[in-house]
């Protein structure tokens, strides 16, 4: 939360006027499920990563498209 806010969205609460580095933001959330003007603190865990469809859903993608080789 290094930027300043610059108006609240109803939406999204606190944001800002420019989208945060991607190293600015939490890591418990992938970079395509929040908004990157979004302003929030990341907690006292900020390692914490909770849902499994992180990895799972752009897993099971590439199996059924054939991106990924089923004998791995």
Same mark, same amino acid.
């Given at each position: 939360?290094? $930027? =300043? ?5 109803? *939406? ?8 945060? =580095? ?5 890591? *418990? $959330?992938?970079? +395509? ?6 302003? #929030? ?6 390692? #914490?990563?909770?849902?499994? $469809?992180?990895?799972?859903? =752009?897993?099971?993608?590439?199996? #059924? ?6 004998? +791995?």
């Amino acid at each position: 939360m290094n $930027q =300043p806010e610059y108006c609240v969205s109803k *939406r999204h609460g606190s944001i800002t006027a420019t989208p945060n =580095p991607i190293e600015d933001r939490c890591v *418990r $959330q992938f970079v +395509w499920w929040s908004s990157p003007y979004e302003r #929030y603190d990341c907690g006292s865990d900020a390692t #914490y990563i909770a849902p499994g $469809q992180d990895y799972l859903l =752009p897993y099971w993608m590439g199996r #059924y498209f054939g991106f990924i080789d089923p004998s +791995w």
